[in-house]
């Protein structure tokens, strides 16, 4: 049995990595703004909501405050926003404001760093500890992205990565970066990897395909570590 704690899990990557990852016996602890719908799910994983806004800068200790003294196996950080219409053709970094921009550089860095160190402790209960961090392709060399902050905090997550992994060598906690592409996100996990194929022509990346990548590195030995995954969409190969 392992004991999980997955952040910005109510919807998206984040929920498909809530129901996909776990086995029966195992315990999720779900970190969102809002309930999870798979809370509700009867499957023999027993799961636990702890809501916290990564915003607020209390929120490692809100988190913190509800494990105790629990242990945990793997931490999986998928925690990212963007720009205000970031994605739309029409956008421009000269129009970016500077709350805007702190608040995402908040989120997307200072509370990834955070969190992580407040959960260290109860990642060092485990016997093969290994905490998984969500980046994507925007942090990689060459991605033609112009969303400047965005960008630099996925760049941020690749370099939180390397320096964690040094930190927590000792400790026997292995720390990987997958960087995903564009994935069919709005395609809910349970609904299957061929509708979200079949929804964007096979040019997105179903989340079931992240799914079992993470799962591939929990199931690791202790002896391995994966240092970085990079994944774009085959039709996306610039990246």
């Known amino acids: 049995?392992?004991?999980?704690?997955?952040?910005?899990?109510?919807?998206?990557?984040?929920?498909?990595?809530?129901?996909?990852?776990?086995?029966?016996?195992?315990?999720?602890?779900?970190?969102?703004?809002?309930?999870?719908?798979?809370?509700?799910?009867?499957?023999?994983?027993?799961?636990?909501?702890?809501?916290?806004?990564?915003?607020?800068?209390?929120?490692?200790?809100?988190?913190?405050d509800q494990l105790k003294n629990e242990p945990l196996d793997v931490l999986i950080y998928n925690v990212g926003i963007w720009e205000k219409e970031g994605f739309e053709d029409h956008y421009t970094f000269d129009k970016d404001e500077p709350a805007d921009i702190s608040h995402l550089i908040h989120v997307n860095i200072t509370s990834t760093i955070v969190c992580i160190q407040a959960l260290l402790p109860h990642l060092r209960q485990s016997a093969a500890g290994k905490i998984i961090l969500i980046g994507s392709t925007a942090g990689l060399n060459n991605a033609n992205s112009t969303q400047v902050s965005f960008v630099a905090s996925k760049f941020a997550i690749r370099g939180i990565t390397e320096a964690l992994r040094e930190h927590t060598r000792h400790d026997g906690i292995a720390v990987t970066c997958i960087n995903p592409g564009e994935l069919a996100a709005e395609i809910p996990y349970e609904e299957g990897p061929d509708r979200a194929l079949a929804t964007s022509d096979g040019t997105r990346i179903p989340l079931q395909d992240m799914v079992s990548i993470v799962r591939c590195i929990v199931n690791l030995s202790k002896a391995a570590c994966v240092k970085e995954i990079n994944m774009p969409a085959l039709t996306d190969m610039n990246t």
């Open 1 to 64: 049995m392992k004991s999980y704690l997955v952040f910005g899990a109510s919807k998206g990557l984040g929920d498909a990595f809530v129901r996909g990852v776990p086995e029966q016996g195992d315990k999720v602890w779900v970190v969102s703004r809002s309930r999870p719908e798979s809370l509700d799910l009867i499957d023999g994983v027993q799961r636990i909501w702890i809501q916290a806004d990564l915003s607020e800068l209390n929120a490692a200790t809100i988190v913190t």
